[in-house]
C-alpha cells in the first residue's frame, strides 16, 4: 500500500510546522512557502494560532511524493495542547520527531516521545535549526540517547557549521546534497574532499552499530567487513520499525535545506498501513473487508458539522449507512472530503489506510467506532487527560445563557479534554481543561467564533484527597423498611494507602457469606464515595478497600442495598482515616541568562518550587524544578519582567504531591 500515515511531533518552536510547510511545498501541494513568522502557514490556519504564532490544534493535510500519497499531521508542540497529540497519534503509522540543533531534547519533545512509545508508533528523527548559532548535531544526538534511551543513528554529516551550513553528506548513498542559497532543489555531488575521512569513519560507526542490532545485517558484516547500501537501508527500516534504533537526519526546514532527504527517509524507512499489526479490535488493512474507522476529531460549528476519520479497514462510499458502535446508532456518510487543513476536495469514497473527514454523522464524538451494520466491532479509543485546571465561565448579559450552554457543549465535543460541569454550590458554570493556556484559548474561541461576552473567574486547580493512614474493620448495617421489600446489607471494609494513586478494591469473604454479585455491588459503591472526599469535597484517590466481612438476608438483601452500604461505610470510613490534601504539580524548565538567576531562584522558592537541575551554556542559564500548579499562574509575566523580557519557560505536568504552605 503506497501511503503514509504520519504525525510531525516535537517541542513548541522547534520546527514542526515550517517542517509541514516544506513538505507541502516541496510536494506541489503549495505553491508558496508559508512562514510562522508571515501567519501564512497552511496548518496553522486559525486566527489564534497566527496570533499566537504556535500550533494549538492538530491539522491535517495530503501530499504525494516518490509515487506515495502522504497523510500528514502537524500536532501542537505546547503542553496545554498534548490531548491533540495523543488523539492523533491514535490514528497515525509513523511520526517525524523534530528536535533543535541548539536545545536538544526539551521537556515537551520527551513527553510526545513518550506518548509515541505508548502507542508503538516509529519514529524518525530530524534535527532542525543546524544553521543557528551554536548548533551541533552530535550534541543533539546525544540528548536523544541520553535523555529518551534510544539508540540514534546519524544516517547523515552537516556539511558546514551555523551560518555556514549548506547541505548534508548522505552516509547510506555516501553522496553530497548542497542547497544553493534560495534554491529549492539540491545538487547530487561528491563527498567534498575535507569531509571523506570523517563520512568514511561515521559510515563505518553507522555500520557497526547496526550489525550489533540486526541480525540479518550482522551476517553481512562478519562475511564482508561491510554493509551494502540495500542491506543498510533494509536493516534501517527494520529497526525502525521495531522500534530497536531511531533514524537521525538534520537539516534547516527555514532554509529549505535537507526536506527532500527526511521525505525520501518518509518513504524508505516508516511503515505503511498494511505493514502493521491490527490494533486489538481491527481486522488487516484490507480494502475488501468490512468497513472500521476511527473518528479522532470532530469540527462541531454553527455551520455544520465534520468528523475525521482514520480507516482501518474496508471501503467508505459516499451515501453509505454505518453504524456509530460506540453511541448504538446508524449514520448516514453525505460527503466524504480529502482535507488540507481548512480546505478540502469532496472524493466518491475512502479505503483502508486513509486518513479522510466525512460530513453526515451527527453525534459520533472523537474515539467513537464507526463500522458496517452487519459487522459491528470497537475500537479502543485514545485515552483522555483529566482536566487540572479550572475557570468559572458566565454570560454578561442574562440573554446569552443558553447561547452559552451551547457553545460550551460544542466546546467540549471538538476537544474532549474540556470538561463543562455546574457547580452544585454556587451554581456556576465551570470550565475544565490541561492549563491556563488551554482554558485561554476555549474562551477566546468563545468570544471571536460565538461572538458571545463571558465573564471568566480565577483559575482554580484540581485537587485530590488520598488516605494517609486507614483504618480497619469498620462495620456498617444498611437496613430500611418501608413497606413492602426492605434493604438489608452488612459490609465490613478495611481501608488503607494504596500505591500509584490508584482505587484498588478486593474482597476476602469467605464461605459465600457474601455473593459475588454483591462484592461487584459493594465495589461499585465504594467508586461512588470516592467522587467527594471528606476534607474539601475532592474526588479521592490512592486507596485500598478491602471487603472482610458481611452478612445478607433472605429476603431484603439486593445489589442495591449493598451498593448503598458500600457508598455510606466508605464516607464513614474515610472520615474515620487520615487523610492529605493533593495538589496538581508541573516540571518547569526556565531558561533565562545566566545574570538573571538570583532572581528566577528566588521567584521559584517564594511559588514553593524544589529546584531539581541548573545547568549553564554560553551565557545561559536552565534552571528545571518541581513547582505547585497553583502557583505558575501569571508566571509568564513575573519571568518576563526579572529578566528583561529575555527569560522563557515551559511546564509538563509531574502528577500530584502533598499541599504543603
Known amino acids: 500500500m503506497r501511503v503514509r500515515n504520519l504525525g510531525i511531533l516535537a517541542h513548541v518552536d522547534a520546527g514542526k510546522t515550517t517542517v509541514t510547510e516544506r513538505f507541502l511545498y516541496l510536494t506541489g501541494a503549495t505553491h508558496k512557502r508559508g512562514e510562522v513568522h508571515d501567519g501564512t502557514t497552511v496548518t496553522d490556519f486559525d486566527p489564534l494560532e497566527r ?18 500519497r502522504v497523510n500528514l499531521i502537524d500536532t501542537p508542540g505546547h503542553v496545554d495542547f498534548s490531548d491533540e497529540v495523543e488523539r492523533s497519534l491514535r490514528v497515525l503509522d509513523g511520526a517525524v520527531a523534530v528536535f533543535d540543533a541548539v536545545a536538544g531534547v526539551e521537556p515537551q519533545s520527551e513527553t510526545v516521545w513518550r506518548q509515541a512509545d505508548r502507542h508503538g508508533v516509529p519514529r524518525i528523527a530530524f534535527v532542525n535549526k543546524l544553521d543557528r548559532a551554536g548548533a551541533e548535531l552530535d550534541a543533539a544526538v546525544a540528548s536523544l540517547r541520553d535523555r529518551l534511551g534510544t539508540v540514534p543513528l546519524p544516517v547523515q554529516l552537516p556539511i558546514g557549521r551555523e551560518d555556514g551550513f549548506t547541505g548534508v553528506v548522505d552516509l547510506v548513498r555516501m553522496r553530497a546534497y548542497v542547497w544553493a542559497d534560495g534554491a529549492d532543489t539540491f545538487a547530487d555531488l561528491p563527498v567534498p574532499d575535507d569531509l571523506r575521512d570523517e563520512a568514511r569513519h561515521r559510515r563505518r560507526r553507522l555500520e557497526e552499530t547496526v550489525a550489533e542490532l540486526h541480525p540479518g545485517a550482522l551476517e553481512e558484516f562478519c562475511g564482508e567487513d561491510a554493509l551494502s547500501g540495500e542491506t543498510l537501508t533494509s536493516a534501517l527500516r527494520d529497526l525502525t520499525l521495531s522500534g530497536d534504533a531511531v533514524v537521525v537526519l538534520c537539516g534547516s526546514a527555514y532554509r529549505n535545506r535537507g526536506i527532500e532527504p527526511l521525505l525520501d527517509a518518509v518513504v524508505a524507512y516508516l511503515p505503511a498501513p498494511s505493514d502493521l499489526p491490527p490494533v486489538r479490535g481491527e481486522v488487516p488493512a484490507d480494502p475488501g473487508a468490512p468497513f472500521t474507522a476511527l473518528a479522532f476529531k470532530v469540527n462541531a460549528s454553527a455551520t455544520g458539522r465534520m468528523t475525521y476519520l482514520r480507516v ?224 474539601g469535597g475532592h474526588p479521592v484517590t490512592g486507596v485500598r478497600v478491602t471487603l472482610t466481612d458481611g452478612a445478607t438476608h433472605p429476603k431484603d ?48 522558592a517564594a511559588r514553593r518550587g524544589r529546584v531539581t537541575d541548573q545547568t549553564t551554556r554560553s551565557g ?22 526579572r529578566t528583561q523580557g529575555r527569560g522563557t519557560f515551559t511546564t509538563r505536568p509531574a502528577g500530584y504531591q502533598a499541599a504543603r504552605d
Open 51 to 68: 496570533d499566537r504564532g504556535i500550533t494549538i490544534f492538530a491539522a491535517a493535510v495530503s501530499c504525494d511524493w516518490a509515487g506515495h
Open 620 to 641: 545561559t542559564a536552565v534552571v528545571s524544578a518541581t513547582v505547585p500548579l497553583a502557583e505558575l499562574f501569571g508566571y509568564a509575566s513575573r519571568l518576563r519582567g
Open 312 to 535: 482501518y479497514a474496508g471501503t467508505l462510499r459516499k451515501g453509505d449507512t454505518v453504524l456509530d458502535a460506540t453511541a448504538g446508532r446508524t449514520e448516514r456518510i453525505a460527503r466524504i472530503l480529502r482535507v488540507q487543513a481548512d480546505r478540502a476536495t469532496e472524493v466518491d469514497e475512502a479505503r483502508a489506510g486513509d486518513i479522510v473527514a466525512v460530513v453526515g454523522p451527527k453525534s459520533a464524538r472523537a474515539g467513537a467506532t464507526l463500522c458496517a451494520p452487519d459487522a459491528p466491532v470497537v475500537l479502543e479509543p485514545p485515552s483522555t487527560a483529566d482536566p487540572v485546571v479550572s475557570v468559572a465561565v458566565e454570560a454578561r448579559r442574562s440573554t446569552d445563557t443558553g447561547r452559552l450552554a451551547t457553545a460550551l457543549a460544542r466546546l467540549s465535543e471538538e476537544d474532549p479534554s474540556l470538561v463543562v460541569r455546574s457547580d452544585p454550590e454556587t451554581g456556576q458554570t465551570v470550565l475544565s481543561g490541561l492549563g491556563e493556556l488551554h482554558l485561554e484559548v476555549a474562551v477566546e474561541k468563545l468570544r471571536r467564533d460565538r461572538g458571545l461576552e463571558v465573564t471568566v473567574g480565577r483559575p482554580q486547580v484540581a485537587y485530590r484527597e488520598t488516605v494517609t493512614k486507614g483504618v480497619a474493620g469498620l462495620l456498617h448495617r444498611h437496613v430500611k423498611q418501608d413497606g413492602g421489600a426492605g434493604q438489608f446489607a452488612h459490609v465490613v471494609l478495611d481501608v488503607e494507602p494504596a500505591v500509584d494513586d490508584e482505587f484498588v478494591f478486593t474482597s476476602t469473604v469467605t464461605g459465600g457469606r457474601v455473593p459475588q454479585e454483591y462484592v461487584r455491588a459493594v465495589e461499585a459503591g465504594c467508586r461512588d464515595a470516592l467522587v467527594e472526599g471528606p476534607l
Open 557 to 604: 438483601s439486593s445489589e442495591m442495598a449493598f451498593r448503598t452500604a458500600g457508598r455510606f461505610a466508605l464516607r464513614e470510613a474515610l472520615r474515620a482515616s487520615v487523610m492529605t490534601l493533593l495538589e496538581p504539580v508541573a516540571e518547569v524548565t526556565v531558561t533565562v541568562p545566566a545574570e538573571s538567576v538570583g532572581p528566577v531562584l528566588g521567584d521559584l
